[in-house]
Structures are given as structure tokens and as C-alpha cells.
């Protein structure tokens, strides 16, 4: 069966520190893989999508960026935090790009920045 | 464009009694839906999926969902909530140009009181 991890769980930064997420995902191969974040425990942004290695897509500019350095690897970061990037930080993946498959989330990682 | 409206931020239902969390979509072609849970400080869960087929849904916990699409709706129901359903619940479609992205709506807060 297929698994998503995340870490860390939680993470407290200052503004301007550097910032870096990692989600794995297990038991599947070439997965889409998704960077959400969620703001006040309400409405979920799409930061980035990725369909293989080294393919980043991003919907919305800000300070963040996204790299895929293994087919299973999905990583968020940061070279200087801003207040406004506090919030919970959601990977997900799915199996197939014509969509008609779920996505599947990992257990998030709640970033505060001080 | 694709979007989901969820129009109430909060459902309130006592326990044993049916419960209706409301979707409407909007997306250009076929639409391919869902709905998520989510419990305080987790990632989503999926509950249930429209692609095809039959408009009655049967999903995770005893949920159903009813696909209309005149009045383009994907309303969320179970016959009888428990305590144990109080949670943050969002409607998704899929479309647009980034394959597999799904639009969530803003969620929909469910308490069942016992």
C-alpha cells in the first residue's frame, strides 16, 4: 500500500530564516505530487505540482520554491521566511495526470514564523 | 474557470439525525468531484469520488454523495450523523490546465452535538 510522510510535524522559524519541507511518498512510482498550504485552519492554495523529477510547476509567486530531486521526493523551500508563510503546509500525490484519480494527503507540517 | 462554492461555513445537526453538507461546482466539461475530511491539525481524507456512472455515490464512514447536474451540485449526505463525523469537510473538482489540479472549496465546518 501507498504511504505519504512528512517532516517535520511542526517547525517554529524567525523571519528571514531559511526554510525547508520534506514529503516522501511509498509504494508507487511516478506519482503527481502537490504542495498545499492552508491558512487558518480553512481554505487549501496550491503552491506547486510536479508530474516527474525535476519538473516544477508553480500557480502562485512568493518566496517559496519547489525542487523533486527522486521520482518519490518532494521538497518546499525557503531562503528567507516571511510572517505571512506561517500556516499548515499540505503535500499530497495522486496516480493519474488526467485527474480522474484522488488525491492523497500526508499529515501536514504546521509552520510559525516568529 | 473552475470553482466550488461550499455556502455554509458551518453545519450544525444533532446525533442520529441526517446530515447534508451542500457543493456546487462550476467547470468547463465533465466534471470529476470530490469530498474530503479533515480533523483538527491532519491532512485531508478522501471520503468519495464522482467521475461516471451512477449520480448516487456511496464513499468512506457511511457517507453519499448525489451528483446533480442540472443544478450542478455535489451535496454530501448520511442518514444519521455521530459525534465522531464533527469535522472540516471540502468539496473538490478537477479541471484546468494543470493536470490532476483539483479547486477546493473553503470547507465546511460540521458539529454534530449529542
Known amino acids: 500500500s501507498q504511504t505519504i510522510h512528512q517532516w517535520p510535524a511542526t517547525l517554529v522559524q524567525p523571519v528571514g530564516s531559511p526554510l525547508s519541507l520534506e514529503c516522501t511518498v511509498e509504494g508507487t512510482s511516478n506519482p503527481n505530487l502537490y504542495w498545499y498550504r492552508q491558512a487558518a485552519g480553512r481554505g487549501l492554495q496550491l503552491l506547486f505540482y510536479s508530474v516527474g523529477i525535476g519538473q516544477i510547476s508553480s500557480e502562485v509567486p512568493q518566496n517559496l520554491s519547489a525542487s523533486r530531486p527522486q521520482d518519490r521526493q518532494f521538497i518546499l523551500s525557503s531562503k528567507k521566511l516571511l510572517l505571512s508563510d506561517s500556516g499548515f503546509y499540505l503535500c499530497?500525490?495522486?496516480?493519474?495526470?488526467?485527474?480522474?484519480?484522488?488525491?492523497?494527503f500526508g499529515p501536514g507540517t504546521r509552520l510559525t514564523v516568529t | 474557470a473552475q470553482s466550488v462554492a461550499q455556502p455554509e461555513d458551518q453545519v450544525n445537526v444533532a446525533e442520529g439525525n441526517p446530515l447534508t453538507v451542500k457543493c456546487t461546482y462550476s467547470v468547463s466539461g465533465n466534471p470529476y468531484l470530490f469530498w474530503y475530511v479533515q480533523y483538527p491539525n491532519r491532512g485531508l481524507q478522501f471520503l468519495l469520488k464522482?467521475?461516471?456512472?451512477?449520480?448516487l455515490v456511496k464513499g468512506s464512514y457511511g457517507f453519499e454523495a448525489e451528483f446533480n447536474k442540472s443544478q450542478t451540485s455535489f451535496h454530501l449526505k448520511k442518514p444519521s450523523a455521530l459525534v465522531s463525523d464533527s469535522a472540516l469537510y471540502f468539496c473538490?473538482?478537477?479541471?484546468?490546465?494543470?493536470?490532476?489540479?483539483?479547486?477546493f472549496g473553503r470547507g465546511t465546518q460540521l458539529t454534530v452535538w449529542p
Open positions: 473538490a473538482v478537477r479541471g484546468g490546465s494543470t493536470l490532476g489540479r483539483l479547486y
Open positions: 499530497a500525490w495522486s496516480e493519474d495526470p488526467a485527474g480522474a484519480y484522488e488525491q492523497y
Open positions: 464522482y467521475i461516471t456512472g451512477d449520480n
